[in-house]
């Protein structure tokens, strides 16, 4: 008797999004079927769910809120089950709070955090008229200034109001008949306004008011562009000396930007402008109520300065995640976050200079520090891992040849370094060392050429000798990086942690056959923290076996997720894809999605005697496949440095 060997496909799950008592707008659809292991980002609110009396507070496995919650971008690790996800509403007051007005022209006076609705504006002798916008969450609300209504709902228009009418109350009726009355008072100023429309007074963008050499700690107006619209009165901007470097701190009001991110369109950005400022430091300030805000309108907050520009998503700041860190139940208000670019202090720098003699290559630009931290009640946290590449720029000095900057490394407080992906970009006749980074830390640039004997003449040449020098792969010595022999799972996961810039310092791994003291102990931890690796059902992970082109690429397809790169392919896709190669059909079933995926990329090509799915990869295909995920990926440019 012939005993066949029977075959179930693996099974797939999906992810559900359910509006969970929405009165308009729809769920998003998610049409995808996940295998199990894999990594899911979570969708935004891209339906415009929308509950009356409510606003939209993210998702959670449970309807009432008691299970896990996600936020936009967040990922999921997909089980053994389908996951449904129900939004998750905030109840509103039924009363507007002090934060729901804003002038655009004039200055009010006090703060509309103050406890009271009475509030001057003062406008220069130039100005005939004031905006005044009314920002009010409660979809049934009316509002009405001078006894003309301005709208209802979310975000009113805005209503300009004659300054020859010295007073202008606007009223607030709420959903329940209740009401709240602002009254501004309109003063004349001889100077000249802060409003944009009035002329010289205005600071530069990213120029305190008064910047001086005696400039010491005084909070003068800081201009924020804010939708691509320059804004003088949301933050205030301070410079102070500490520990012997100028600190300029820009301190974002929370109730203002709520106010005119209101009226703002979808993914915008807020910039910091202090590019142009004297400082050794710039540090961007913000309470946990604003980066909520800013998360639910999937805003970027940009800061830029004399050492670097920081583009910072907000849901990449997870400020839920912080405060349940901080305290559990903290109200986000109490929540200080700082993000800081510094130039390093010169003990980093000596550092940086001596680990470049060890490393035997060139610090081109001196280091430069990138942070994040959150702070409540005297506690503080770094923030400073993220779900998917964060980039940040740092300007390349006078007379520095762009040609000789082959990558950005991090330079950790014990000396090692790491390679993290790097391109160079001209913007204004200026030149920048674009850094992408899954954590925050400190970078420096540097010069960094490697080649190998043994790859001239081969085709591999310079995607071998580009990660070489970008840190990526290494030689079996110094001369010699052997590009046609095969390549271990260790070595394999080694190379695709270093090229998305991860650490590989960990010195514990959860795979039986993984000790402590192997080289590649951290970076199998990592890429199993990461979700690039799985092992096998018996708990191990057989690093010295040979690792085949198909184990390879599924590999490959989990960091490409991360790497930014759609790894999605339909069943449809998947048979089409492997149906151009002469042997597509003998791809396991567990690897068919995965390598469809990175053949639909560009990724793998194959060769004329098709995708060789069970032969082992070599070290030169290795190298080739890594390159064009982080060129596909666009964290890299090959064609800058080498």
């Known amino acids: ?163 020859g009418n010295n007073t202008i109350t606007v009223v607030v009726t709420a959903q329940d008949g209740t009401t709240k009355t602002y009254t501004i008072t309109v003063e004349r100023a001889s100077t000249t306004s802060t409003d944009s429309s009035a002329g010289s007074s205005n600071p530069s963008p990213g120029s305190p008011s008064t910047p001086s050499s005696g400039y010491q700690g005084s909070q003068t107006g800081f201009q924020v562009i804010v939708d691509g619209k320059p804004q003088n009165q949301i933050a205030t901007g301070a410079t102070t000396q500490e520990n012997g470097q100028t600190v300029l701190t820009a301190t974002v009001d929370a109730a203002k930007l709520q106010a005119q991110l209101a009226t703002a369109g979808d993914k915008p950005a807020i910039i910091i402008p202090a590019s142009t400022v004297s400082a050794d430091k710039v540090s961007a300030v913000l309470t946990g109520d604003a980066v909520k805000v800013m998360e639910n309108k999937q805003a970027v907050l940009e800061v830029q300065a004399p050492n670097g520009n920081y583009k910072l998503p907000a849901a990449q700041l997870f400020i839920d995640r912080v405060g349940a860190q901080l305290g559990g139940q903290v109200n986000l208000a109490d929540i200080v976050v700082h993000v800081d670019i510094a130039k390093s202090n010169a003990e980093t720098a000596k550092l940086a200079e001596s680990t470049a003699e060890k490393g035997k290559f060139s610090v081109v630009v001196p280091p430069i520090d990138f942070t994040v931290t959150a702070t409540y009640s005297g506690k503080t946290v770094d923030v400073d891992k993220f779900s998917s590449f964060v980039e940040r720029e740092i300007p390349l000095p006078d007379g520095v040849d762009p040609s ?169 896709e998947v048979d089409s894809v492997l149906s151009t190669f002469t042997d597509g059909a003998t791809v396991n079933v567990w690897a068919k999605q995965a390598v469809a995926a990175t053949v639909k990329n560009g990724l793998v090509q194959g060769s004329d005697t098709g995708l060789n799915p069970t032969s082992e990869i070599t070290r030169a295909e290795t190298a080739a496949i890594v390159q064009r995920m982080l060129e596909k990926a666009k964290l890299i440019d090959s064609g800058n440095s080498k």
């Open 404 to 572: 000789k900057i082959t990558t950005a490394i991090v330079l950790d407080a014990d000396g090692s370094t790491r390679h993290v992906p790097t391109y160079i970009t001209a913007r204004d006749g200026k030149y920048y060392a674009v850094v992408s980074s899954l954590t925050n830390s400190t970078y420096t640039l540097i010069w960094h050429p490697m080649t190998f004997k043994d790859v001239d003449g081969h085709w591999s040449k310079d995607a071998v000798n580009d990660m070489a020098s970008r840190m990526v792969v290494n030689g079996e010595d110094a001369t010699h990086y052997n590009p046609d022999a095969a390549i271990t799972r260790a070595e394999f996961a080694a190379i695709i942690v270093r090229a998305l810039g991860l650490a590989d310092n960990w010195k514990a791994s959860s795979f039986g056959d993984v000790k402590s003291d192997d080289w590649y102990v951290g970076a199998v931890a990592k890429a199993k923290e990461y979700g690039i690796i799985e092992g096998y059902e018996d708990g191990t992970f057989g690093p010295n076996k040979t690792i085949t082109r198909e184990e390879a690429m599924v590999m490959i397809a989990r960091a490409m997720k991360l790497a930014g790169l759609n790894a999605n392919v339909s069943s449809a």
């Open 1 to 163: 008797m012939t005993l066949y060997a029977q075959w179930t496909a693996n099974p797939t799950y999906t992810v559900t999004y359910n509006g969970n008592g929405a009165t308009s707008g729809s769920a998003p659809t998610d049409g995808n079927a996940y295998a199990q292991g894999v990594t899911v980002a979570v969708f935004g609110n891209t339906g415009n769910l929308v509950k009356t009396g409510y606003t939209f507070a993210g998702w959670n496995t449970a309807a009432n809120g008691g299970g896990t919650s996600y936020a936009a971008s967040a990922n999921i690790t997909m089980g053994t089950a389908n996951v449904t996800l129900y939004a998750q509403w905030a109840s509103l007051s039924s009363n507007a709070n002090l934060s729901d007005l804003a002038l655009s022209q004039g200055t009010l006076s006090p703060a509309f955090a103050s406890a009271t609705t009475s509030y001057t504006a003062i406008v220069a002798n130039s100005v005939s008229s004031v905006t005044v916008t009314a920002v009010v969450y409660d979809p049934a609300a009316t509002v009405t200034a001078n006894g003309t209504a301005i709208t209802s709902g979310q975000a009113s228009a805005p209503t300009n109001l004659s300054v």
